[in-house]
């Protein structure tokens, strides 16, 4: 973990993906709709969070940084380019989140193309989502990016712990931006705030662990097609 030679051959795996979206831009755009329906399932799932003080923050970021729908690339074009450099003055546990989180992208993709192909057939509801979930299966890989959003939240939380590392990202925001390294920069930054403002995610991250890993099941053993009576959307202080 943390290895920049596994980062570059995350970020080559991840823009090739791109490359098969983007050469089809009727699939592209049914991608784009199923990335905006799940980005409003984790709005919903996570409301009650979203309006606590405490995790707000947190909880943006993993809805915006994460699993937003938004394109990704410009944010790997930047950390493409500023491997070098991060090598240099990041800890060893910076880099990890920073692998996890293109292991997230890249899992997340190969699913979301997966449910793409599955759904290309119909209009987009609960119901279709939810059977098309059970249809391409793959439950392991949906535990593991579970686990995978788990341990970015773990790492963020030991890096918090560090402030010479909120100092250097702040000292860094001014040449990141002129090297047109902005997005990259910004990822780090609010990860950085939004942990360190909570004091400790565990809370956090064992009601995510609940919720997603309860949704999940419900999916697979053939509920939850209607995902706003699920036990997962219903909200639940952590």
Known sequence: ?????????????????EGEIAATPAYA????????????RLAQTYADLRREPRY?????????????????????RDLSRALSYFKRVLPVAALEVLELAVTLDVLSAE????MAEQLANGPLTDAAYAEAYCRVGR??????????????GEGLERIVRNRWIGAALLAARV??????????????????AAFRKMKGAQPLLKV?????TQLMDELFGGAGREFGETGAMRAGAP
Do not use: H
């Open 111 to 114: 699913l979301d193309q997966a």
């Open 29 to 40: 755009r049914g991608l784009q709709d199923l990335r905006v329906w799940q980005a409003g």
């Open 175 to 192: 040449p990141a931006r002129a090297a047109g390294l902005g997005e990259l920069q910004g990822f780090l930054e609010r990860g950085f």
């Open 139 to 152: 439950a392991s890989e949906r535990r593991r990016q579970i686990k995978l959003l788990i341990g970015i």
């Open 56 to 76: 707000s923050a947190a909880v943006e970021f993993f809805l915006r940084d994460l699993y937003g729908p938004q394109d990704m690339s410009r944010r790997d």
């Open 208 to 212: 995510i662990r609940a919720r997603e």
């Open 1 to 17: 973990m943390g290895s920049t030679d596994n980062l570059e051959r995350l970020l080559a795996q991840k823009k090739a993906i």
